[in-house]
C-alpha cells in the first residue's frame, strides 16, 4: 500500500465551478499534511499546509483533514483556468517527524476550462 | 520563506559523464534534501543532505552513483556519476527550516 495516495486524475472542471482533490495516507501518525502546486515544466510551490482536524482556509483554497478516516483534501473554489496544474500531496515518512522527510504522493493533474 | 537558486537549469550530457547540481540556500536552514522526478511522474527522494556528515540515501540510490556534499547550512551539491539515458530526468532540491520544504526551480538533465 502506497504510503500516500491520490484521487486518479485527470480532473477536468469548468471555470468558474469547485475543483475537489483527495488524498489519503497510511500512518495514522502522521500530524502534517501539505498540498504543492507545479506547473508543467516548473518546481512544486507549497499552497496549504494543514495539522488540525476539521478545514483551514486561505483564499480560494480550502483543505480539510479527517485524521479518523485518515484523508485530506483540497477545495479549489471558483476555479481559474490559471488553477491548472499538477497538484500534490505530501506528508511526513512513517516514523518520521514533521521536520524530515516527505512522502509525496503521485499527483492529480488538474485542468481547469474556459 | 526559503529562496533557493539551483544550477545548472537544464543540460545535455554525454553517456558515461558526471554532472555537479549546485543547490543555494539564502538563509540557514536544518534540512536539505535531493528529489528526481521522472516526466509526468511524481518526486522520488533521492537523499538527505546531512551538513557536515554522509548524506543518507533512500532505498535505490547509492552513493557511489549520486555523491552528495553539504559543506554548510547553506549549500549542497548532487553530482550523477557515469550517467547513462536512464538519468535523464529533472532533479530538485529542497531546503526546510521547519516542517515546510521549499524547493529550487531544478535542473533538467538529458542524457545521449
Known amino acids: 500500500q502506497k504510503e500516500v495516495e491520490q484521487n486518479s486524475g485527470p480532473l477536468s472542471v469548468p471555470e468558474g465551478a469547485i475543483a475537489s482533490l483527495n488524498c489519503t495516507y497510511s500512518?495514522?501518525?502522521?500530524?502534517?499534511f501539505f498540498w504543492y502546486r507545479q506547473y508543467s515544466g516548473k518546481s512544486p510551490e507549497l499552497i496549504m499546509s494543514?495539522?488540525?482536524?476539521g478545514d483551514k482556509e486561505d483564499g480560494r483554497f480550502t483543505a480539510q483533514l479527517n485524521k479518523a478516516s485518515q484523508y485530506v483534501s483540497l477545495l479549489i473554489r471558483d476555479s481559474q483556468p490559471s488553477d491548472s496544474a499538477t497538484y500534490l500531496c505530501?506528508?511526513?515518512?512513517?516514523?518520521?517527524?514533521?521536520?524530515?522527510?516527505?512522502?509525496f504522493g503521485q499527483g492529480t493533474i488538474l485542468t481547469v476550462h474556459p | 520563506s526559503a529562496v533557493i537558486s539551483q544550477k545548472p537549469s537544464r543540460d545535455i550530457c554525454q553517456r558515461g559523464t558526471s554532472l555537479t547540481i549546485q543547490c543555494q540556500v539564502d538563509?540557514?536552514?536544518?534540512?536539505m534534501f535531493w528529489y528526481r522526478q521522472q516526466p509526468g511522474q511524481s518526486l522520488t527522494l533521492i537523499a538527505t543532505?546531512?551538513?557536515?556528515?554522509?548524506?543518507?540515501?533512500e532505498s535505490g540510490f547509492v552513493i557511489d552513483k549520486f555523491p552528495i556534499s553539504r559543506p554548510n547550512l547553506t549549500f549542497s551539491t548532487l553530482t550523477v556519476s557515469n550517467m547513462s539515458p536512464e538519468d535523464s530526468s529533472i532533479y530538485l532540491c529542497?531546503?526546510?527550516?521547519?516542517?515546510?520544504?521549499?524547493f529550487g526551480a531544478g535542473t533538467r538533465l538529458s542524457v545521449l
Open positions: 529542497s531546503a526546510a527550516a521547519t516542517e515546510i520544504q521549499y
Open positions: 538563509s540557514q536552514v536544518t534540512m
Open positions: 500512518d495514522r501518525g502522521s500530524q502534517s
Open positions: 494543514i495539522y488540525s482536524n
Open positions: 543532505a546531512n551538513q557536515g556528515s554522509e548524506a543518507t540515501y
Open positions: 505530501a506528508a511526513p515518512n512513517a516514523g518520521g517527524t514533521s521536520y524530515g522527510k516527505l512522502t
